[in-house]
């Protein structure tokens, strides 16, 4: 096996059978739907087949014909595969690869935008730091409401189209008009979209430098073919080519009622929403931005009126606590400084201080890349009175250097003067929550880890 993965560039066309390494993913577990939809026959892999978080997500892929087996090489031995699928996460020396050498190896993301081409439908390519599965939902679920025949993949679970028979991040239809997909920039290969749309919705501390960022999305940005959509506050981001939109990161006429959120989006046109916080607003504007590009023809009331029945996504503001709870709970796959920073401050709009935290760092790079930033961030949105917990990162495989820790990271925040303390395990936090009596609501926060939703709805069972 080389030291890197070859990745081949001749994708085949169905009925080819294709192999996912890694299939338990959010991103891998769309497109593998999407593929199947399309007429490939598809079988994965994963390292967490027999994790019980994610057990409705592998009957629902073995319910729709994805053949499933452990990550150990007897899949591919098994299934004998036309092509490899994976993601920037696979080692070369994985076991599945190495059973079957021969075989070509296709990434994620060039397989995801030739099954787009091969579509032939509008692809509209939402990227951003921050967001971009909500808006990717939204923007689907919009469409879908204005009568527009779609094909969705998402990163996360939209509540509009999930079911018994599909866990909610691929949705189809016959003859679809529109392809909505969330491009992840996190390795890089958002290079392999051209869309008709492309939306970039904000420029945050994540994966690498910011500079480095806009020019990624930049780039991404000059290629859309048909418009565009950016923040008004980063400028620089204006494609050339193609007619574009500017939105404010600000929501005029925002408020807060009952259901959640109403905001003005065109003069006197309001979204009325069931999303909480600002930054939800903040997308909403984002949303409209492309439906008005996408769709000439609609008047603006007829597009405001179409988002205001999205439901969001799981795990984002996901409340699972009922209304007569003394304590709200609230999962949430915030794991950024923006990303917990928008939770944090949408909890306390709607629920009051103090608040009670405990976030899941969800690696080791992206833990160190953010450290300072996310100091900073938490300075500006923690409270005194507040109660921030963090577990240890959660490892999901591959090369690391297991450095920071998460206990280094706290120590350094609690010398700062933040109100940080580490906890070892679920369990201790769970105990420093209780003791906590006067917190108005409890957040899970993290990422890749689908067992701390199950926690939260434990928490919010016995509570």
């Known amino acids: 096996m080389s030291s890197e993965i070859i990745y081949s560039d001749n994708f085949p066309a169905p009925p080819a059978r294709l192999f996912f390494v890694g299939i338990g993913g959010i991103g891998m577990s769309g497109l593998a739907q999407f593929l199947r939809w399309q007429g490939y026959a598809v079988a994965g892999s994963d390292r967490g087949l027999a994790e019980p978080a994610r057990a409705q997500l592998y009957a629902q892929l073995r319910a729709q014909g994805i053949a499933l087996y452990p990550q150990d090489g007897s899949g591919p031995r098994d299934f004998q595969p036309d092509a490899f699928v994976v993601s920037t996460a696979i080692e070369p020396d994985n076991a599945d690869l190495a059973a079957a050498p021969q075989v070509p190896i296709f990434h994620r993301a060039f397989t995801l935008a030739r099954a787009c081409e091969r579509q032939g439908a509008t692809l509209i390519g939402v990227a951003g730091s921050c967001g971009k599965t909500s808006v990717t939902g939204w923007i689907a679920s919009a469409l879908k409401t204005l009568g527009r025949r779609i094909v969705m993949i998402d990163g996360g679970y939209t509540l509009d189209f999930e079911d018994a028979d599909y866990p909610g991040n691929f949705f189809a239809e016959d003859t679809p008009g529109f392809i909505v997909a969330e491009i992840d920039e996190s390795d890089k290969s958002i290079r392999e979209f051209s869309p008709e749309y492309a939306v970039v919705l904000n420029v945050g501390h994540d994966h690498y430098g910011m500079d480095e960022l806009r020019e990624v999305f930049r780039a991404f940005l000059s290629r859309a073919k048909r418009g565009a959509v950016y923040p008004a506050t980063e400028p620089s981001l204006k494609p050339a080519q193609c007619p574009s939109m500017a939105f404010q990161e600000e929501a005029p006429g925002y408020a807060v009622d009952a259901h959640g959120i109403h905001f003005e989006v065109a003069s006197g046109v309001m979204v009325h929403s069931l999303q909480a916080g600002q930054h939800s607003a903040w997308n909403g504007q984002a949303v409209f931005a ?28 996901e409340i699972m606590s009922n209304a007569n709870s003394p304590v709200a709970v609230i999962n949430d796959f915030a794991h950024n400084p923006e990303k917990l920073t928008a939770a944090i401050s949408a909890a306390r709009e709607r629920y009051g201080s103090p608040l009670a935290m405990v976030w899941q760092p969800h690696g080791f790079k992206a833990l160190g890349d953010q450290r300072e930033a996310l100091q900073e961030a938490l300075r500006g949105v923690l409270r005194p009175e507040d109660q921030f917990l963090m577990l240890p990162v959660y490892y999901a495989g591959g090369t690391t250097s297991g450095k920071p820790t998460s206990l280094e990271v706290c120590e350094q925040y609690a010398a700062s003067g933040l109100p940080v303390e580490y906890v070892a395990t679920r369990e201790a936090a769970e105990a420093r929550f209780r003791a906590m009596t006067t917190a108005k609501a409890w957040l899970v926060l993290g990422a890749r880890d689908a067992s701390l939703r199950t926690w939260s709805k434990a928490l919010a069972k016995d509570n």
């Open 290 to 317: 492309l439906l008005r590009q996408a769709l000439p023809e609609a008047s603006d009331a007829d597009l405001a009126t179409a988002m205001g029945g999205f439901r969001g996504v799981r795990q984002r503001f």
